[in-house]
């Protein structure tokens, strides 16, 4: 199909009308500079958010964040809300990595005041015990106690009460306390708790990691203050998700949903749209199933922090690891009911990040003040930020903000330019000490293959959706 | 034969052959390949140690999702077992099930697949032979 353009509303919104794509509903909406915008017309993503505009129910508009980039049905960076009696719910607006999302840490101590031999020490025994790759091995060490039953239906609660592990206070600065309600554990089938069981405290692969890092740069010192940052401070950013009971997850609803779509009248220009109404049997059951996804996916890093702060105590010692506190954790891929327009609609969000702005009754009191925290990781090589959400969000983007730099290069081209070994190096002299497991798996993630963070979130700071808080500056990174 | 699409995000999988078997088949060796296999490496002889084998069974309501399903059972092994899957044994295809042995060996397969998406999917019959196509979540 021809490129499709999009018209400028201002400078950071650009629409693409209805009747572009065959069936669109509502116009489509992404959120860029000129030059984001450009980069678009390199591959699917405009197409594809146009045919997000296409889902029974939508609400508003289909809307794209700058990170947009091409996925598979929704693009990663989409945002859909759809309600009414003709509102659907689609697993692919969600994704297969259910509540992928981000976790930040901070550590009672400095950059400076760390030094080079215990930064590789640090780093020698996080990646020693945060298990890396693909299957669950070593996942269940140190979580036998713990029935997956009870940490689907309640999240990392479940890991608190049978282990110990977290805190009243952790579980508080968690988006949705880390449990989404619904969450039903007879809707996740055995298969998907296969895949789960043994992988809960296991990082992934792919664009997951563990970053040590220290702040760069403040920009709100209101609102830092309220997240416990300061400039020169260490942090650790832990980027996970719900492993492969989530992908099961989606897997299962996916197919579910596509042998019904006739029952419901339902015509897509994508087979991975698939969808079904929210009050259906299997819309239902799939909201269930993912609330419990999502649950194991804020146990698995719980536990992950857990492990992190293990390390912090073998190297830094105990005092530092009790003191290490979680700043806050976000999903980026989930959908969830929500209150905007004076209606309940489903919020789909595949690589965006809530946003609420400060007042926002879902923000923990101790935030209420700035507005949410939001992280949006970059690259290894660049910075990562911390936001903070604003009013614009809920006026123009169903809360939601941008979830990170976003892909600008496939795994194929970034490997043609550089190799991973080339790519340690580079790394390592500008002071980014690197653990990973595959040499592959690291070129494919190089800082080269995403879009410069600092213009996206640039971008959804002059839409208004979010602002920035601070900056932090990778000096370490695990990759999975 | 089989190739890769570029895809900025994820993986596309296209294959080209002869028959609708033997897009199931070629299928195996390009999965294969992304979990760490050499393309041009050989098929695992019967005799040869640590070669494990599976019989599978799947079934799906049309050609395109059987592709899906067909490689969701690889993808799922894989990850449960560590099984990389290098050839087929049999294989038969009655209208939209397949039933097969595959041969493999054990071992630590690279950051790997996700899912298989329905995203472009397509198993159909073109001028000569089929065409299959498949987007991995990677």
Redesign the interface.
């Known amino acids: 199909m021809a490129a499709i353009a999009a018209q400028r509303i201002d400078d950071e919104l650009w629409e693409i009308p209805r009747g572009t794509v065959e069936g669109m509903r509502v116009p489509a909406r992404v959120f860029a500079d000129r030059e984001l915008l450009a980069a678009l017309e390199r591959?699917h993503?405009l197409e594809q958010l146009a045919n997000v505009a296409t889902l029974p129910g939508i609400v508003g508009c289909a809307l794209a964040m700058p990170d947009i980039?091409?996925?598979?049905?929704f693009p990663?960076g989409g945002v859909a809300a759809t309600g009414g009696e003709k509102g659907v719910v689609s697993p692919?607006g969600v994704?297969?990595?259910i509540n992928c999302g981000v976790r930040l840490l901070a550590l009672p101590l400095e950059f400076g005041e760390l030094g080079a031999e215990r930064r590789e020490r640090l780093m020698d025994e996080m990646a020693r015990r945060v298990p890396v790759?693909?299957?669950g091995r070593g996942g269940s060490d140190g979580l036998r106690g713990v029935k997956l039953e009870r940490v689907l239906a309640h999240g990392p609660r479940a890991l608190l009460d049978a282990l110990g592990i977290g805190s009243e206070q952790e579980l508080e600065r968690t988006e949705s306390g880390g449990c989404l309600s619904g969450a039903d554990p007879s809707a996740v089938s055995p298969?998907a708790r296969?895949?789960g069981s043994g992988q809960l405290g296991t990082l992934g692969?792919?664009n997951h990691f563990l970053e040590l890092q220290r702040v760069e740069g403040i920009y709100e010192p209101a609102a830092a203050r309220a997240f416990g940052l300061r400039e020169h401070q260490l942090t650790v950013l832990i980027h996970s998700g719900s492993r492969?009971l989530g992908?099961q997850v989606?897997?299962d609803f996916?197919?579910r949903m596509?042998?019904v779509l006739g029952r419901y009248g339902i015509r897509l220009p994508?087979?991975?749209l698939?969808c079904a109404p929210i009050a259906s049997p299997e819309g239902r059951a799939y909201l269930a199933a993912m609330a419990a996804a999502a649950n194991f996916a804020w146990a698995n890093r719980a536990a992950l922090a857990a492990r992190v702060r293990e390390a912090v105590g073998v190297v830094l010692g105990a005092e530092a690891a009790r003191q290490t506190v979680q700043v806050y954790d976000v999903t980026h891929n989930v959908a969830k009911l929500e209150r905007h327009g004076g209606r309940e609609v489903c919020v789909h969000r595949k690589g965006a990040t809530r946003a609420f702005p400060p007042g926002h009754p879902e923000i923990p009191a101790e935030f209420r003040e700035v507005g949410q925290p939001v992280f949006i990781p970059g690259s290894m090589g660049t910075a990562s930020f911390v936001l903070a959400g604003r009013p614009g969000s809920m006026e123009r983007s169903f809360g939601t903000t941008c979830h990170g730099a976003g892909?600008?290069?496939?795994?194929?081209?970034v490997r043609k330019q550089l190799d991973g070994e080339e790519l340690r190096r580079s790394l390592a002299q500008a002071g980014v000490s690197v653990r990973a497991?595959?040499s592959?798996?690291l070129a494919e993630e190089a800082p080269e293959a995403y879009k410069d963070v600092e213009r996206v979130v640039e971008v959804v700071e002059r839409a208004g959706l979010a602002a920035r808080v601070a900056r932090l500056r990778p000096v370490g990174v695990l990759k999975? | 034969v089989y190739r890769?699409v570029?895809?900025?995000?994820?993986?596309e999988l296209e294959i080209e052959a002869g028959s609708s078997e033997a897009v199931l088949r070629e299928s195996v060796q390009a999965l294969g390949e992304l979990l760490g296999a050499r393309r041009e490496a050989p098929p695992p002889a019967a005799e040869r140690p640590g070669v494990v084998r599976h019989r599978l069974e799947v079934s799906a309501?049309d050609l395109?999702?059987l592709l899906a399903?067909w490689l969701?059972e690889l993808v799922?092994l894989?990850?449960?077992d560590?099984f990389v899957a290098r050839s087929v044994d049999e294989l038969a295809l009655d209208g939209c099930t397949v039933t097969a042995r595959v041969a493999g060996v054990l071992g630590?397969?690279?950051?790997?697949v996700?899912?298989?998406?329905?995203?472009?999917?397509a198993f159909e019959p073109r001028e000569r032979g089929y065409l299959g196509r498949v987007?991995l979540?990677?």
């Open positions: 591959d993503s980039h091409q996925g598979y049905g990663v692919g994704g297969y990595d790759g693909s299957g298969r296969e895949r692969s792919g492969g992908h989606c897997t996916v197919k596509d042998a994508d087979r991975q698939s892909r600008r290069l496939s795994r194929t081209a497991g595959s592959r798996g999975g | 890769w570029d895809h900025t995000a994820e993986v309501p395109p999702a399903a969701e799922f894989a990850e449960r560590g630590d397969p690279p950051p790997l996700k899912a298989v998406t329905y995203h472009r999917l987007v979540d990677v």
